[in-house]
């Protein structure tokens, strides 16, 4: 009895060391994960194709401080979930969803905050704002692809440059910015859209409503893009500095102005607004305008069927008023080279108090009046068989859009 019971001691004593052992290493592991609750790892899931990145991360819980932890040429790849908050992208960090997966970020405000830098993209997320801004990039440059923006009480997506802005481009391939106050609003900054759709803005007090805002010095290039079913104005620029290029596009069913460029100036022969190739159609008022503006082109392109709106000449009378091309007030440098206008409501061009170096041609019929000419400050240049003279001046509706703030 004696050899058993020193034979049971020993296993007892190396049970319980073996015991003391686990729970030490177990511990161990304990304070090893309390001390780096939060450290990223690579993803499972792919980037995006064609994205370019030296780290691969995702969030293992908190999206902000994984992108606050994120350095310069680190991709942050999100799996399909919503994350809620208000996030800051670092300058030359990028944020995609992975392949194939539906993430949404939501809450504000701004949902999404971009620095910008040579090396920033977002690709592949939707945007739902439940405040006043969407996506805000100041001062880029920044890379968006396939992403969608909705919802915003203000902007979908602003652009803000005041300083420094050379080589600060942003470039939107494939978005969409709909159902906000403004679709794009572009402060001073160069901004490319290539494809993609700009829609659904609500809103018609001064720019509100409106699919594209460009203001200060800023400079826009839309490509093949699809401006349509806005409750105010398509595209609207405004600035001496502002400058614009439209190709390919089309801007149609606005409740407002199809393209209003206001108060652009260059030198003689310079072109400020160009719109080439496309088709503006079925927006109401005016399909393509300027006031007080130098340097509009128009070629190629198809303006058709814009819409009558009924407008008040005194406290009894009321005009139809919806004109293909409108040259108002001192808008001088205009060019209508090979343009279809086609069954606008009331004029295919109407030239009213139009500067100098006006020329005008291209095809036209339906509606009430091809080219009429009216109170010119200097003679048009277009074929006399074109020119229609109504019994009476055309009633104008083509006052300055003031910009939301």
């Known amino acids: 009895m004696e050899e058993a019971d020193l034979l049971y001691s020993s296993f007892l004593l190396a049970s319980t060391r073996s015991q003391n052992r686990m729970r030490t290493l177990l511990l161990a592991c304990l304070l090893l994960v309390a001390c780096n609750p939060i450290m990223p790892f690579q993803a ?70 971009i620095k910008g830098g040579k090396r920033s993209t977002v690709q592949g997320v939707r945007v739902v704002a439940t405040g006043v801004s969407g996506v805000a990039i100041e001062p880029g440059p920044v890379s968006l692809i396939g992403v969608k ?27 969409e910015l709909t159902q906000s106050a403004v679709g794009l609003r572009v402060v001073g900054s160069k901004v490319r859209v290539e494809r993609g759709r700009i829609a659904e803005a609500a809103g018609k007090a001064l720019s509100a409503g409106s699919g594209v805002v460009a203001s200060d010095g800023a400079n826009v290039s839309l490509k093949s893009v699809s401006i349509e079913q806005n409750e105010n104005i398509g595209v609207l620029l405004d600035g001496a500095a502002t400058r614009a ?10 409740a407002g102005r199809g393209v209003w460029a206001q108060g652009q100036t260059a030198p003689e022969g310079e072109a400020t607004v160009t719109v080439t190739g496309g088709e503006v159609s079925g927006n109401s008022l005016i399909g393509i305008g300027a006031r007080e503006s130098s340097g509009l082109v128009i070629r190629q392109a198809q303006v058709l069927s814009t819409k009558a709106v009924r407008v008040p000449i005194d406290i009894s009378r009321f005009e139809d008023v919806g004109d293909g091309i409108g040259l108002f007030t001192g808008t001088r440098g205009a060019t209508v080279e090979a343009v279809v206008l086609t069954g606008n409501a009331r004029a295919q061009v109407l030239a009213d108090g139009s500067g100098a170096d006006v020329k005008v041609s291209g095809t036209m019929s339906g509606g009430l009046f091809r080219v009429v000419v009216q109170r010119q400050l200097a003679p048009v240049m277009v074929e006399q068989s074109l020119l229609d003279a109504p019994a009476a001046e055309l009633t104008v509706k083509a006052a300055s859009i003031g910009l939301e703030p």
């Not at 290029?245 to 606005?254: F, Q, S």
């Open 44 to 113: 499972s899931a792919p980037a995006p194709e064609g994205l370019m990145c030296d780290r691969i991360i995702v969030p293992p819980k908190s999206l902000s401080d994984t992108l606050a932890a994120a350095k310069a040429g680190d991709c942050v790849i999100l799996p399909s979930g919503t994350w809620s908050g208000s996030f800051v992208l670092p300058e030359n960090v990028s944020l995609a969803a992975s392949e194939g997966a539906d993430v949404t970020l939501t809450g504000g405000d701004p949902v999404l905050t």
């Open 149 to 175: 923006i909705a919802q915003a009480q203000r902007n979908a997506l602003s652009a803000t440059c005041t300083k420094d802005c050379t080589d600060r481009d942003v470039v939107l391939t494939d978005c």
């Open 245 to 254: 290029t439209l190709d390919g596009c089309t801007i149609r069913n606005n």
